[in-house]
T-cell receptor, first 110, second 115 residues
């Protein structure tokens, strides 16, 4: 079992739709959860973090965390073509080790 | 200090040669991570440091890979006797420890091609 697993992509949504990205993790001791966005040929950049159960909203982005189910998700509302990228789910453990899932490629069609 | 810096940006080497990459983190960051990324995959954890201490190295990582952070500032990643399978983007990231939320900032990466 991989430590962090994401939906296999690519995920294609029309412009203006909601994109839903999912992630599960294996270590129950994981403390913090992050979503990074990576454009083709570029390095990852942070878009959301969450460490408490529930929802966290930031503009068009909502991160959801369910520690009992070991599940993290990212919703992107009103998706734009500029949101087309690979989205990486990542988690840290108590020691600060940061690991990533394999990423989900999102394509937003105009 | 404008961010995480990696050098070189590109490296082409012949199979069997040794290569060394350098990472300069954001100056106040005490954590430093190394990752390897191939096309279509997420960053694969290699190792990480807190100050000069190497806290963990991936069990999947060959003994040909070694990393150091001698004074708790910059870090080097060395690959000995390179193989074609080592061809990848090598990413370095740094962060500040001691908080639940600590954003890791990435460098631009070093692209290694083994021919």
């Amino acid at each position: 079992q991989k430590e962090v697993e994401q939906n296999s992509g690519p995920l294609s949504v029309p412009e203006g739709a909601i994109a839903s990205l999912n992630c599960t993790y294996s270590d129950r001791g994981s403390q913090s959860f992050f979503w990074y966005r990576q454009y083709s040929g570029k390095s990852p950049e942070l878009i959301m973090f969450i460490y408490s159960n529930g929802d966290k909203e930031d503009g068009r982005f909502t991160a959801q965390l369910n520690k009992a189910s070991q599940y993290v998700s990212l919703l992107i509302r009103d998706s734009q073509p500029s949101d087309s990228a690979t989205y990486l789910c990542s988690v840290t453990n108590q020691g600060g080790k940061l690991i990533f899932g394999q990423g989900t490629e999102l394509s937003v069609k105009p | 200090d404008t961010g995480v810096s990696q050098d070189p940006r590109h490296k082409i080497t012949k199979r069997g040669q040794n290569v060394t990459f350098r990472c300069d983190p954001i100056s106040e960051h005490n954590r430093l991570y190394w990752y390897r990324q191939t096309l279509g995959q997420g960053p694969e954890f290699l190792t990480y440091f807190q100050n000069e201490a190497q806290l963990e190295k991936s069990r999947l990582l060959s003994d040909r890979f070694s990393a150091e952070r001698p004074k708790g500032s910059f870090s080097t990643l060395e690959i000995q006797r390179t193989e074609q399978g080592d061809s990848a983007m090598y990413l370095c990231a740094s962060s500040l420890s001691g908080q639940l939320f600590s954003e890791a900032f990435f460098g631009q990466g070093t692209r290694l091609t083994v021919v």
